[in-house]
């Protein structure tokens, strides 16, 4: 991966997370107009066996909070750190989103080892295929958790909240010519 494709993957995760932070905007708005508590919040999970939604907020950061150490030839462990609440959650949302806006490109390391330590195994992955199979769909699975959990709670939220990254592309069609 080159310094070019490094800057173009930061600020498709940097949309995203700005995407995940527009829906919990919208989240506040419904929990201040229901008089819902917002560590409430937090703390629901879509189901038993799931991370309640304050750990999905987290789960999300993780992912290019992963990208960026790597780049740097750093390593980070492969776990999503503790968050207590609704408030924390939102400060590792926005101090990730303000990391991917400073961070400059640079020459990513070709390969990726990834070790999941409580299964005992491994994964080495060429950069490309460790930003598009690991990444991003961790990314996306954590960001659709989260948005799940908050729809199931109330937060009227719809698929334009989920997709707003694309919204300033969305245009008007053109009027049919009336012959």
């Known amino acids: 991966m080159d310094a070019a494709e490094t800057k ?6 940097a ?12 989240a506040e708005e419904w929990a201040g107009q229901s008089g819902i508590s917002l560590d409430d919040l937090a703390a629901a999970r ?3 066996d ?18 960026v150490a790597w780049g740097r030839e750093a390593d980070l462990p492969n776990e999503v ?9 939102r400060t590792m949302l926005a101090n990730t989103i303000a990391l991917l806006s400073a961070e400059v490109a640079a020459i990513t390391p070709d390969a990726k080892r990834i070790v999941l330590e ?12 460790y930003l ?20 199931m709670k109330g937060v009227p ?7 707003r990254h694309i919204g300033g592309d969305i245009r008007p069609l053109a009027a049919e010519p009336v012959s």
């Open 50 to 67: 799931m991370h309640p939604l304050a750990w999905q907020v987290a789960g999300t950061c993780t992912q290019p909070l992963q990208f």
């Open 81 to 89: 750190p503790a968050v207590a609440g609704w408030s924390e959650a």
């Open 118 to 129: 409580g299964m005992g195994v491994y994964l080495e992955l060429p950069a490309q295929r």
């Open 132 to 151: 598009d199979d690991w990444i991003l769909p961790n990314l996306y699975f954590h960001l659709t958790t989260a948005y799940a959990i908050l729809r």
């Open 15 to 26: 949309w995203r997370l700005e995407t995940l932070s527009a829906v919990l905007d919208k």
């Open 46 to 48: 879509l189901a038993g």
């Open 157 to 163: 939220l719809g698929k334009a909240d989920f997709m």
């Open 8 to 13: 173009n993957a930061l600020e498709l995760l």
